[in-house]
């Protein structure tokens, strides 16, 4: 794969509106399936919007008439704002496309970014993104109850967005009562046309938490959100966090090439 270019859009007092971003990424989009750019990441944070992709609810939006930009990538509805480190990598994949393995190797520059700042993340079995795991539920004697379990709640039996794809040794196991709740870090949302990626991660670094209070998102219900500030007890910047960043995108997705999808 060809050297990533990375260009900051803007942070702070620069955040970028969200229509001027998805402009930005269709403009990118274009020139990269025509060869006149390399693979790009563009980097931002953004002015606070709720985005909702194809498959939102209405019950999932906000119940106060809060405004919803609808766009065009995959998954459910969320919040953008600052203290969120946005990424949109522009990249031409190989055909026939793998979508799973573009959102593995965002999750793992992700993870390693996580690592990097003291915090344990891990994949969860049918969800896309980077989650904190809750800690196990135990039993009186102390004891973790694991496995065994098939409750009503069990993503795998009602949730309409559990991917049955994602899955293997490197997702935990869905949470049915297994644990307590678990806490997505950053979020992945992405479309593929043409071959070539858009849309794609949104890290927690800082942001106001309570933003997401008034949505269900990623229209996931028995889940928490959080960030590297309120996992470390310490403010964490996005300033902070954009050259780390970097260093584990370009690792991760200038090494690690998907493979064509079988067919």
């Known amino acids: 794969m060809s050297e990533l270019r990375f260009v900051r859009l803007g942070f702070g007092s620069e955040a970028v509106e969200y229509h001027a971003a998805w402009q930005e990424q269709?403009?990118?989009?274009?020139?990269?399936?025509?060869?006149?750019i390399p693979d790009t990441c563009l980097l931002l944070e953004h002015q606070a919007v709720y985005t909702a992709g194809r498959r939102t609810a209405d019950s999932e939006r906000p119940l106060d008439g809060t405004?919803?930009?609808?766009?065009?990538?995959?998954?459910?509805?969320?919040?953008?704002?600052?203290?969120?480190?946005?990424?949109?990598?522009?990249?031409?994949?190989?055909?026939?496309?793998?979508?799973?393995?573009?959102?593995?190797?965002?999750?793992?520059?992700?993870?390693?970014?996580?690592a990097d700042f003291g915090v344990e993340t891990s994949r969860v079995e049918g969800r896309s993104g980077v989650w904190v795991l809750g800690e196990a539920q135990r039993g009186a004697d102390g004891a973790?109850?694991?496995?065994?379990?098939?409750?009503?709640?069990?993503?795998?039996?009602?949730?309409?967005?559990?991917?049955?794809?994602?899955?293997?040794?490197?997702?935990?196991?869905?949470?049915?009562?297994?644990?307590?709740?678990?806490?997505?870090?950053c979020s992945i949302g992405i479309r593929v046309?043409?071959?070539?990626?858009?849309?794609?991660?949104?890290?927690?670094?800082?942001?106001?938490?309570?933003?997401?209070?008034?949505?269900?998102?990623?229209?996931?219900?028995?889940?928490?959100t959080t960030s590297l500030s309120a996992e470390l007890g310490r403010r964490?910047?996005?300033?902070?966090?954009?050259?780390?960043?970097?260093?584990?995108?370009?690792e991760v997705l200038e090494t690690a090439l998907p493979l064509p999808r079988a067919v």
């Open 193 to 224: 046309a043409k071959g070539v990626t858009m849309h794609g991660f949104a890290l927690n670094c800082d942001p106001d938490i309570t933003s997401f209070d008034r949505i269900v998102p990623c229209g996931i219900r028995d889940a928490g």
């Open 144 to 185: 973790a109850r694991l496995g065994g379990l098939s409750l009503d709640f069990d993503p795998r039996l009602h949730d309409e967005e559990f991917d049955p794809r994602l899955h293997g040794p490197e997702y935990a196991p869905s949470n049915a009562g297994q644990r307590g709740e678990d806490r997505k870090l």
């Open 26 to 36: 269709r403009r990118v989009h274009t020139a990269r399936f025509s060869d006149e």
């Open 67 to 114: 405004p919803v930009v609808d766009v065009d990538r995959g998954g459910k509805i969320t919040w953008h704002g600052p203290g969120q480190l946005v990424g949109y990598p522009i990249l031409k994949l190989p055909r026939p496309v793998d979508v799973i393995a573009h959102v593995r190797r965002l999750e793992e520059a992700v993870i390693r970014v996580c």
């Open 236 to 250: 964490v910047p996005v300033t902070e966090v954009l050259p780390v960043l970097e260093k584990h995108l370009r």
